[in-house]
């Protein structure tokens, strides 16, 4: 068999653009009028293209030497159309092969015209002062600020490559631009705590870059003191089973705790759950001085289940009161609900745990996994899956989730999403405030938020994580450790 004769075989990254995109070859480069047989074939996801050899008829006896008994016509140059319909970026995988040595040809990509040179300007620039609060580390809460954050959104067109990095200037005073730092494209923000001066006078601004250079910049953003980008940000710390009595967690002080679907006040490892009595209206518990205040909401109906205990164990062999609080429980008609808790305090820290169980089945809450949402300001979005069964059998348990944030605001909202359209499910939930700050075990010592576990807790490499006692694992950018509060 005659093996082709490739000149090139390469591949062509097509970007986030969408559009038309032409590959494009000529058979006679030099202008001689030679036209050199040529064939060019494309990978592109699923689709494999062919032009089969094409060329001047004069080459047919030097093509029939080598196997192939003709060429396909008599042009000298050609092209393919590669429509693209999404912005993910899409490899294809060109080879061009011409079969005789003196065989010229000359190929290049023509881009959707929104796609050539430098990226656009990044877009959603956000600028505000950082704060120091008294736990350790810096956040957008409230206190004294310390320095300010910026953050942006990779620019609508990127150009005709990939954003490799990004470049943040800063004008104090209305003065000169002056860069501050490139950062590489997959960091979209900046935490900057070395300024002098009075931080509201700081504007800052930001431009991608790629092969083709420096993009344009992103409007200037002046520094303000009331981010609209300040959310509530919480960071999951554990997803376990339900199994025990003693899993309501005490630490820090009580603030409230709900029995959602409830019509009695059940109490539970000494804390009181108040009866959630109507999903269509607040219920608040005092809590020095201030009402917190607990609102439940869907796009759909909300549905109240009281009826799902059960005889069967492990369900049966809980305390009353915890069987109490697992046996009612808030839903939807579609797949999502939301928690939101209204009257917390501006940079004070605060625990929460929910719990997500049905151990009966019932007309109105089957078996299923909810979702729970969260961001955390350490790692990017975090979304935890909670079965509310985990067996889909009658006496068998969820599960709880605890996580911990600092509120930037007065409100916490949480989202519930049902997972393969089967509705989420809420039985209680509970919030306590966080006073005291991490300890360690061997003297009390107070380390800054990110470094606590990895100063507090042994790291066990054989799970990978931080052993902080008791059984009890936490992962390497937790903020704290439960087992060693003082």
């Not at 007309?363 to 067996?391: C, E, H, K, P, R």
Request: aromatic fraction near 12%; glycine fraction near 10%; include cysteine.
């Amino acid at each position: 068999m005659i093996e082709f004769k490739p000149v090139h075989s390469y591949s062509l990254n097509l970007g986030k653009c969408k559009g038309e995109y032409k590959l494009h070859w000529d058979f006679d480069p030099t202008g001689d009028g030679n036209k050199t047989p040529c064939r060019v074939t494309l990978k592109w996801g699923n689709v494999f293209l062919d032009t089969g050899f094409r060329g001047d008829s004069s080459y047919n006896s030097a093509l029939v030497e080598l196997g192939y008994p003709t060429v396909l016509g008599d042009a000298s140059n050609g092209f393919l159309l590669l429509t693209k319909n999404e912005i993910n970026p899409t490899i294809a995988e060109v080879t061009v092969y011409t079969p005789l040595e003196e065989s010229l040809v000359q190929t290049n990509l023509i881009c959707p015209t929104e796609c050539l040179g430098a990226p656009s300007a990044p877009v959603s620039l956000q600028t505000g002062y950082l704060y120091t609060n008294v736990f350790g580390y810096t956040t957008v809460g409230s206190g004294q600020p310390a320095g300010i954050y910026v953050s942006w959104v990779e620019p609508e067109i990127v150009g005709e490559s990939n954003i490799e990095n990004y470049v943040v200037q800063y004008s104090y005073d209305t003065g000169d631009w002056i860069p501050y730092q490139t950062v590489p494209a997959s960091q979209k923000s900046l935490n900057i705590t070395n300024l002098s001066g009075d931080l509201y006078k700081y504007a800052f601004r930001v431009a991608g870059i790629n092969v083709s250079g420096k993009g344009d910049f992103s409007v200037s953003s002046p520094v303000s003191s009331n981010p609209s980008g300040c959310v509530n940000s919480i960071y999951w710390h554990v997803s376990d089973d339900i199994n025990e009595n003693n899993e309501i967690y005490t630490m820090g002080d009580y603030v409230a705790a709900y029995n959602i679907g409830g019509e009695t006040e059940t109490t539970v490892g000494g804390v009181s759950f108040k009866p959630v009595e109507s999903l269509s209206s607040s219920t608040c518990v005092n809590y020095e001085g201030d009402d917190i205040c607990l609102n439940i909401t869907t796009t759909g109906d909300l549905i109240k289940e009281n009826s799902l205990s059960s005889q069967n164990l492990p369900f049966s062999g809980l305390s009353a009161g915890y069987r109490g609080i697992l046996s009612s429980l808030a839903t939807s008609s579609v797949t999502n609900l939301s928690v939101e808790l209204d009257g917390l305090k501006t940079g004070h820290q605060y625990l929460v745990q929910l719990w997500s169980n049905v151990s009966k089945q019932s007309d109105y809450a089957y078996f299923g996994t909810t979702q729970v949402g969260g961001f955390d300001i350490y790692g990017g979005n975090i979304n935890v899956n909670l079965l509310n069964n985990s067996n889909n059998i009658e006496g068998k348990l969820g599960k709880n989730i605890v996580g911990t944030f600092v509120s930037c605001g007065t409100k916490l909202k949480i989202s519930l999403q049902g997972l393969d359209g089967i509705p989420p499910v809420i039985n209680a939930f509970q919030i306590r405030e966080i006073k005291t700050k991490a300890c360690c075990h061997n003297g009390c010592t107070l380390y800054p938020a990110e470094t606590v576990v990895e100063n507090c807790c042994p790291y066990d490499s054989y799970q990978g994580q931080y052993e902080c006692g008791n059984g009890f694992y936490v992962t390497d950018n937790c903020w704290f450790c439960w087992y060693y509060w003082g």
